[in-house]
């Protein structure tokens, strides 16, 4: 079994600062890609970044320059920058890894739980 546990999430004001953090446990013989995602109210869930296990990072168009997206791989965790937050940022935001969890078996996505970041105006 592999659990990816999100933290980090809360209320802050429109220009305002959070950093979110992910942690990947359980069996993991390799974890690969890592990333987070976000679902506002009503609509679809959405990439915000990704990083490979190489460091090598996308970024959808509208975190640019305001969000940042790091890993420790030693502790199997992917943090989440988040500056410069506006309302329009408020979202459940999701940990997404690609992991094998045994040798010889095919790599999988696994998803986290969400944490709720809310901006206020």
């Known amino acids: 079994q592999v659990q990816l546990v999100e933290s980090g999430g809360g209320l802050v004001q429109a220009g305002g600062s959070l950093r979110l953090s992910c942690a990947a446990s359980g069996t993991i013989f390799r974890l690969s890609a890592m990333g987070w995602y976000r679902q506002a109210p009503g609509k679809q869930r959405d990439l915000v970044a990704t990083?490979?296990?190489?460091?090598?990072?996308n970024y959808a168009d509208f975190p640019k320059g305001r969000f940042t997206i790091s890993r420790d791989s030693a502790k199997n965790t992917v943090y989440l920058q988040m500056n410069n937050l506006s309302p329009e940022d408020t979202a459940v935001y999701y940990c997404?890894?690609?992991?094998?969890?045994?040798?010889?078996?095919?790599?999988?996505?696994?998803w986290g739980q969400g944490t709720q970041v809310t901006v206020s105006s």
């Open positions: 990083i490979t296990s190489g460091g090598s990072t």
């Open positions: 997404n890894a690609y992991i094998q969890t045994h040798w010889g078996t095919p790599g999988h996505d696994y």
